[in-house]
């Protein structure tokens, strides 16, 4: 398709009427089979989403499966910073993104300018980077972790190594205390959706559910992993639901895991944690915006597609390579 026959992005997504009687999941699906086209989903995307795709993972799942498809086509709904892994690790596919005004406010608290200075700063430390980072971000890291594998990946580097750790504040922290290391200069960002949920509800619900375990993700401030009976990424989290015999869980994640541990564990119920100011449902508004329409819209004009300047891509997949080796 050439630039002119394009359609116009508003708001970072094709915005036009589509005829409403059509049935979009199947007309996805045509789509799909005849582009030879994979659709992954991040488990905080809606539930309608999550029904559609063909894999749904944590961060590091999703970047494993974009790793290693034969799919010609990877239409990634999740956070900008993601689909862009995925165009890191394959840079001969065409990575679709259904919005590309999906940010990530944690992405957002670091940028290459600033990080660069904290390197001049700091000379002699290795720079780990969450994955939830831009390219350029990437770049300027020598190890990529996702909250699946930060602590086993620190836990590898010499007990004295000197570490940038950016730009989590929450799972820095964590990392840091679970491993013991000493020599960690730690970023100063967060989540807001992690960062915001209520340490007073949260004690309320453990009151009103004694039965309850609660589930929390690293990403939450240490007052909220201190009244947690499991921590960790969110396909560890899945996996607790699934496997602990408890029937009863409160959850200190995004609640779009919800769809995922309910089709797994039917009988059991689960819990949100609301926010401070009050939510009961402390949603990420960026994972949000993948509609099926926009998947739909997104997948039949290959647009708007992931693309990245060679050299960036090419620091990028260094790092992110290490982390998947580290974390085999
Ligand atoms: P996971 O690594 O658990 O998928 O987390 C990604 C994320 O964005 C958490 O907010
Ligand atoms: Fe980013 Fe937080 Fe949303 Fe995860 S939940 S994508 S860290 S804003």
Redesign the pocket.
């Known amino acids: 398709m050439n630039n002119e026959q394009r359609p116009v992005l508003k708001n970072g997504h094709i915005d036009m009427p589509i005829d409403e009687s059509i049935n979009l999941c199947a007309e996805i699906d045509n789509l799909r089979k005849k582009k030879n086209a994979v659709i992954l989903a991040?488990?905080?995307t809606t539930d309608e989403v999550q029904k559609i795709a063909d894999y749904t993972?944590?961060?590091?799942?999703?970047a494993q499966q974009a790793a290693k498809t034969d799919a010609d086509i990877i239409l990634f709904a999740g956070?900008h910073f993601m689909a862009e892994t995925a165009k890191v690790l394959c840079p001969n596919k065409k990575v679709l993104i259904p919005d590309l005004a999906t940010s990530?406010s944690?992405a957002d608290s670091i940028n290459e300018k600033a990080l660069a200075e904290c390197i001049r700063q700091h000379p002699g430390h290795t720079v780990i980077s969450y994955?939830?980072t831009t390219a350029e971000v990437k770049a300027l890291t020598d190890i990529v972790v996702?909250?699946?594998n930060a602590v086993k990946i620190v836990s590898q580097l010499p007990k004295d190594e000197r570490i940038i750790f950016g730009p989590d504040r929450n799972l820095g922290a964590y990392v840091k205390k679970v491993t013991g290391r000493e020599n960690m200069v730690i970023w100063d960002g967060g989540?807001h959706?992690?960062d915001g949920f209520s340490v007073e509800k949260l004690r309320e619900l453990k009151a009103q559910h004694p039965e309850a375990k609660v589930l929390a993700?690293p990403?939450c401030p240490q007052a909220i992993l201190d009244l947690a009976d499991h921590i960790g990424?969110?396909?560890y989290l899945l996996k607790m639901s699934e496997e602990q015999p408890d029937n009863e869980f409160i959850v200190a994640?995004?609640p779009g895991i919800f769809y995922e541990m309910k089709k797994r564990s039917p009988q059991k119920t689960f819990i949100p944690v609301p926010s401070k100011s009050g939510h009961p449902l402390n949603m990420?508004v960026n994972m949000k915006r993948n509609s099926l329409k926009k998947i739909y819209l997104t997948l039949k004009y290959e647009f708007p597609e992931v693309d990245l300047p060679k050299h960036i891509a090419e620091k990028a997949v260094v790092c992110i390579n290490r982390m998947m080796e580290m974390s085999k």
């Open positions: 991040h488990y905080y993972g944590d961060s590091l799942g999703l956070v990530c944690l994955v939830n996702t909250s699946s989540c959706v992690h993700h990403e990424a969110t396909s994640t995004e990420c």
